[in-house]
Nanobody, 125 residues
Framework: QVQLVESGGGLVQPGGSLTLSCTAS???????LGWFRQAPGKEREFVAS????????AYSDSMKGRCTVSRESAGNTIHMRIDNLKPEDTAVYYC???????????????????WGQGAQVTVSS
């Protein structure tokens, strides 16, 4: 079973940028990887995803134009940079892995069976 570890969360001022990283324990390319977030009192929501090859990418509407995800060539680490952060971006950000529909960039949370522990991102002045 793959294990996922996020890093890079923290406190950021509005308008600032942040990069989150996620490393999977397995070295082989077997998973599509995604980012989700959950704010207090809200459901977990899709942020961005990449397919197993890292060439098909999807973003939520709220992230289009200010979010960039990439996958390292070895395949088991992804990075997500978010620019122009807003207070409403405050949430726990989770990395997730899907072993189904891997050649697409799944946006549906139901495809993801493996989750990291989450990284807190707080946007505040």
């Amino acid at each position: 079973q793959v294990q996922l570890v996020e890093s890079g969360g923290g406190l950021v001022q509005p308008g600032g940028s942040l990069t989150l990283s996620c490393t999977a324990s397995e070295r082989s390319r077997r998973y599509a990887l995604g980012w989700f977030r959950q704010a207090p009192g809200k459901e977990r929501e899709f942020v961005a995803s990449l397919n197993v090859l890292g060439v098909k990418i999807a973003y939520s509407d709220s992230m289009k134009g200010r979010c960039t995800v990439s996958r390292e060539s070895a395949g088991n680490t992804i990075h997500m940079r978010i620019d122009n952060l807003k207070p409403e971006d405050t949430a726990v950000y989770y990395c997730a892995a899907a072993d189904r529909n891997i050649f697409n960039a799944p946006t549906d949370i139901s495809f993801y069976d493996y989750w990291g522990q989450g990284a807190q991102v707080t946007v505040s002045s």
